[in-house]
């Protein structure tokens, strides 16, 4: 029986130890060891080096001694900023920052409930096929751990990733794909205030081009958005360079393509008509997926979620995750619900009952398969 007195312990333990993304290493020796004591096998592939991380991916085996195929539990170590120094609170049932960083529930929930599944399985003899849990570095803003995970390590063609902060009984089974947008652009300087004609403004092309995009809610399946814009010197200089960091992302690679495009179009007519120069760099970050809604991996939650109470539902997000790229490489993969609010802001919370419940689907989709 999932122990709610030490998940909420470990869980606090787990994001009072810092692991931004690229320095999780701390919490990377901390999880390793961890798992070695539950006397799973753990090996670290060499993911951090290529991306100049301090930890690597931590890819960990529970053998079983039940013959079915085996399935791997995914979650990433990192975390954002503000993410360090995180000081955990409980209140009426619910686990907050104090305030002043992030909480940490991304994606330490998810490892918290994994970790206790397993020692759940170990406690009470369950029957078990193998069990893969791998925990990734840097997730976020890139998902770059899952991208350099050595999947020769790797057995499992079904994969489970705790990783949505939908509702408890979500079953994410279509994501979609990313493009990256980088333009720079060149204009002329001048004196702004002698001879500002004998310039070309890189912020006029720049807000020309924008003008001139379709941003933000597409349809429903695409959306697209300029992220950062960088330029200018000082207020009396027509501004030479500006630098544009933007992205696209659709369910359907063939709306992706037509947005992307559609973009770096804008920018090349606003660079002509103005005489600017301009260069775009345009890069696929991950591929979109999409399971079946009654493949077998789909149904195994289903059932899971029935045998404890809860209601299981299919769903789409329009952000990535580990999941992208593990379909991507050849293990069928969903994201599941894990019931955690406001990711990536001050006011993230977890709620114990939630932090249970994750848990005890873990461990239902492991008896389960």
């Known amino acids: 029986m999932v122990n709610q007195e030490r998940i909420v312990k470990e869980f606090i333990e787990y994001v009072q130890i810092d692991s931004p993304t690229r320095k999780e290493g701390n919490f990377v020796k901390f999880i390793r060891k961890e798992l070695e004591d539950l006397g799973l096998e753990v090996v670290v592939d060499n993911a951090g080096e290529k991306i100049g991380s301090d930890g690597n991916n931590i890819i960990a085996t529970l053998k079983g001694d039940k013959d079915v195929e085996p399935i791997m539990l995914c979650c990433h170590m990192d975390t954002v900023s503000p993410g360090e120094g995180i000081k955990p609170i409980i209140k009426d049932g619910v686990i907050y920052s104090d305030g002043t960083t992030i909480l940490g529930?991304?994606?330490?929930?998810?490892?918290?409930?994994?970790?206790?599944?397993?020692?759940?399985?170990?406690?009470?003899?369950?029957?078990?096929?193998?069990?893969?849990?791998?925990?990734?570095?840097?997730?976020?803003?890139?998902?770059?751990?899952?991208?350099?995970?050595?999947?020769?390590?790797?057995?499992?063609?079904?994969?489970?990733?705790?990783?949505?902060?939908?509702?408890?009984?979500?079953?994410?089974?279509?994501?979609?794909?990313?493009?990256?947008?980088?333009?720079?652009?060149?204009?002329?300087?001048?004196?702004?205030?002698?001879?500002?004609?004998?310039?070309?403004?890189?912020?006029?092309?720049?807000?020309?081009?924008?003008?001139?995009?379709?941003?933000?809610?597409?349809?429903?399946?695409?959306?697209?958005?300029?992220?950062?814009?960088?330029?200018?010197?000082?207020?009396?200089?027509?501004?030479?360079?500006?630098?544009?960091?933007?992205?696209?992302?659709?369910?359907?690679?063939?709306?992706?393509?037509?947005?992307?495009?559609?973009?770096?179009?804008?920018?090349?007519?606003?660079?002509?008509?103005?005489?600017?120069?301009?260069?775009?760099?345009?890069?696929?970050?991950?591929?979109?997926?999409?399971?079946?809604?009654?493949?077998?991996?789909?149904?195994t939650v289903r059932k899971a979620c029935e045998n404890i109470g809860l209601k299981a539902f299919t769903d789409s997000t329009g952000g990535g995750s580990d999941t992208n790229i593990l379909n991507v490489n050849g293990i069928k993969c969903v994201n599941l619900g894990i019931g955690e609010k406001k990711a990536h802001t001050l006011e993230e919370h977890m709620s114990i009952k939630d932090l249970v419940g994750t848990s005890k689907l873990v461990l239902e989709i492991i008896k389960t398969v």
């Open 105 to 299: 529930g991304d994606n330490k929930a998810g490892i918290a409930a994994i970790v206790e599944a397993i020692r759940t399985i170990l406690e009470e003899n369950v029957s078990h096929g193998d069990i893969e849990v791998v925990f990734t570095i840097a997730e976020e803003g890139g998902l770059n751990g899952a991208k350099n995970l050595d999947y020769s390590k790797i057995k499992s063609k079904t994969a489970f990733v705790l990783d949505s902060s939908g509702d408890l009984g979500q079953i994410v089974i279509q994501g979609p794909a990313q493009d990256k947008i980088n333009a720079k652009i060149k204009g002329k300087p001048a004196h702004a205030g002698v001879c500002p004609e004998e310039g070309i403004s890189a912020i006029q092309v720049a807000a020309a081009a924008i003008n001139k995009m379709n941003l933000l809610r597409i349809d429903e399946d695409t959306t697209a958005n300029i992220g950062i814009i960088n330029g200018g010197k000082a207020t009396n200089i027509v501004c030479p360079e500006v630098e544009i960091k933007a992205e696209a992302r659709s369910l359907s690679n063939e709306k992706l393509d037509k947005q992307t495009a559609h973009m770096v179009e804008c920018f090349e007519k606003a660079a002509k008509e103005f005489g600017a120069e301009i260069e775009i760099e345009t890069s696929r970050a991950y591929g979109a997926f999409k399971i079946d809604e009654n493949d077998k991996i789909v149904n």
